[in-house]
Structures are given as structure tokens and as C-alpha cells.
């Protein structure tokens, strides 16, 4: 007797609905079992991440609006994604249009500096979803001019835009009052009206977390009552088919990777006149490589990522909580993520084939 796999004539719709929550319980228990070899009770390190942050009547009056605020980048960014991996555009440098999204929109904000004006705020938005957007035609107009592959020129881009990051830091943005230190000036303390202050105070609600629901709203339009969404359909599912239909791959690229470019620089112009506050060396948090995880969580349907982006949102904050209370490394928490991913990839072949058992006769 042996197992085999066997390919299903169609994916199974009940696996890939199961398959994130399956994943979610296979990362626990392997989790579980990497804490304990550092040294850490597994069941108390998983309720630390995954239900303090919620329900701990000492941490949770903070940690619940941090929620909000670690799950919008993470979903405005997703959503962009989804989009491009929907039709087969693999867009990996996310984490770059998120920095220059951010570097382009606050120097624009600083260069009206000390001006008060209600236009400075939404000048600076549109500026990061340009600087995204420029970032991301890079890869775009390569892939459509000469073939190159988006994977490489995206990933690689994002260490340019680190390079731009740490010079501006240190240079043109660098705070003249800073007494010498790298860095930007502080837009809650320095300039309140290019600052991305909570709308509503003790929740953690500002303005890139109304854009990451509006996202969600208009993403699930897009894929299901418009034109474009049918050809990112069309070509993620039968290339061959979307030819014969007269989907216009160039398009279908300079459209996928441009929207992710611009969703992904908004959420670090917000993130930069929020919770950041400041250009600095290390504003790169890693959000445009976490989103990817948070989009096939999500399984690339714009409900889902937000569910996704709000539990990964969580592992962030249960994670720090862990460093805190618990002695946890940062890396154990980052390869705590990044498992989720693993297992997910990992249950998707039981989406795509049945196990079976065979006797050796039959065999």
C-alpha cells in the first residue's frame, strides 16, 4: 500500500477556502514547537501573539488600535498586489514604490514648509501614489519594450530605493534643526498640517486606513463588475483564451504594476506622516515584502486580504509583545510570519490534487 497524488480535473473551492485556515493552524503548531526550542512555553508564546493583543486588559486598550494601524499599509499594498499576481505579473518590489511613495510625497510637504494649508496634506498623497507609480513603470515599460522579467527588476529596484532613501535622509530632507542627525523633520511635532493625525483619537483610525478600505471596495468592484477585472481574470486563468478575447497584454501590465505602484506609495506617504512621522535610514519596515504573504493569505480576493492583512497585523503586534514579555528574538518572529506563507503554499497542493491510496497490485 502507498500514497499517491492525484491532479483533480478542477481545484477543489472548499480546499482553497480551507487551505488559509489549515495554513494558519499548521504555522501555529510549528511555531509552537520553534519556541520551545528556544527556550519558551509554545502555548504561552501563541496566546501572547495571537490573543493578548485582543483581549489582555493590560495591553489591549493599546494594542487594539495599533491593529488598524499595522494592517493598512500591509492591505492598501496587498490590494495593488493582487491585482498584478491575479494575471500572472509578479511585481516582488512592492517594499521600493512603498519608500519612494513616501520619499516623493514628503518632500513635497516639506518643500511648502512652515505653510499652513489644508492642500498640503492631499498634495503630499498624490505625490506618493505618483512616486510609486513612477517607480513601478521602471519594471513596467522593460517588461513591455525589451522582455525583461518584472520579478528581477522590481526586487532590484527596492535596494535602489533604500540607497535614495539613506541619502535623502542624510541629505536634502535631512532636518536643518536636527543638529546634524540623519532624518526629516517630524510632521506631528513639526508641521501639523502635513501630518496624518488619528480622525478619531484612541482608535487608531487615520486616513490610510479609510484608503485601505476604500481599496477593498473598489478592488472587489474592479474584479467583479468591470471590464479590466475580467482580463486580469481572463489572463491569470487562460492566457491563450485572453489573447483570442483581445486582452492587450501591454496594457494588462502597465495597468497591474502601475496601480500596485500607487497603492504601495500612498501607504508609505501615510505611514511616513503617521505612525513613522519622519524620513529616516531605516523607515523601510518591510511591509511591501510582508504584503506579499498578506495577498495569498487573503487569496488574492480583496475581502480576504483584509482579513489577512488584519491578522498579519496581529502577528506584528503579538510579536512585539513576545520580544517584551517573553525574551523572543525579532528573528524567531519574522520566521514565525514567513511560515505562514510556507504552509500555505504547502496546503495548495490539496487544492490542486487528491490523495489516494494504492495497493501494490493496483499500482
Known amino acids: 500500500m502507498r500514497f499517491a497524488l492525484e491532479k483533480r480535473p478542477a481545484p477543489s473551492r472548499l480546499m482553497l477556502g480551507l487551505t488559509p485556515l489549515f495554513a494558519v493552524i499548521a504555522t501555529m ?29 493590560t495591553f489591549g486598550a493599546y494594542s487594539r488600535p495599533q491593529l488598524l494601524v499595522k494592517a493598512a499599509p500591509l492591505i492598501l499594498i496587498a490590494i495593488g498586489l493582487s491585482l498584478g499576481f491575479k494575471a500572472g505579473i509578479w511585481n516582488i518590489g512592492a517594499e521600493g514604490q512603498y519608500i519612494i511613495g513616501a520619499v516623493v510625497g514628503a518632500a513635497v510637504g516639506l518643500a511648502f514648509y512652515p505653510t499652513e494649508s489644508r492642500l498640503i496634506f492631499p498634495a503630499m498623497v498624490i505625490a506618493g501614489a505618483l512616486g510609486g507609480w513612477a517607480w513601478a513603470m521602471i519594471p513596467a515599460i522593460l517588461k513591455t519594450r525589451l522582455g525583461t522579467n518584472e520579478i528581477l527588476v522590481s526586487l532590484m529596484l527596492v535596494y535602489v530605493a533604500e540607497n535614495i532613501l539613506a541619502s535623502v535622509a542624510s541629505g536634502v530632507l535631512k532636518n536643518p ?37 476604500i481599496a477593498v471596495i473598489a478592488a472587489y468592484v474592479l474584479m467583479t463588475r468591470h471590464k479590466m477585472g475580467f482580463s486580469i481574470r481572463l489572463t491569470g486563468e487562460a ?10 497584454p501591454t496594457r494588462l501590465v502597465v495597468f497591474s504594476l502601475g496601480m500596485a505602484g500607487a497603492l504601495a506609495g500612498m501607504a508609505g506617504l501615510f505611514e511616513v ?74 496546503m495548495d497542493v490539496f487544492a490542486n490534487y487528491r490523495i489516494r491510496i494504492k495497493t501494490r497490485e493496483a499500482a
Open 29 to 57: 503548531l510549528a511555531g509552537g514547537v520553534m519556541f520551545w526550542a528556544l527556550g519558551a512555553n509554545p502555548v504561552e508564546a501563541i496566546r501572547t501573539i495571537f490573543l493578548d493583543p485582543l483581549f489582555d486588559p
Open 177 to 213: 534643526e536636527g543638529r546634524g542627525f540623519p532624518g526629516s523633520r517630524n510632521f506631528a511635532r513639526d508641521y501639523p498640517a502635513a501630518s496624518n493625525l488619528e480622525l478619531l483619537p484612541g482608535t487608531g483610525m487615520h486616513w490610510g486606513v479609510v484608503a485601505a478600505f
Open 273 to 346: 506622516t503617521g505612525p513613522a512621522g519622519q524620513i529616516s535610514i531605516d523607515f523601510g519596515s518591510g511591509y511591501g515584502f510582508t504584503a506579499i504573504i498578506v495577498a495569498f493569505l487573503g487569496r488574492l480576493h480583496p475581502v480576504g486580504i483584509l482579513l489577512a492583512g488584519l491578522l498579519m497585523a496581529l502577528t506584528y503586534i503579538g510579536g512585539e509583545l513576545a520580544q517584551l514579555m517573553l525574551g523572543m528574538p525579532a528573528a524567531a518572529i519574522q520566521l514565525f510570519q514567513g511560515m505562514l506563507l510556507f504552509f500555505l503554499l504547502a
Open 239 to 248: 492566457p491563450r483564451a485572453a489573447r483570442f478575447a483581445g486582452v492587450n
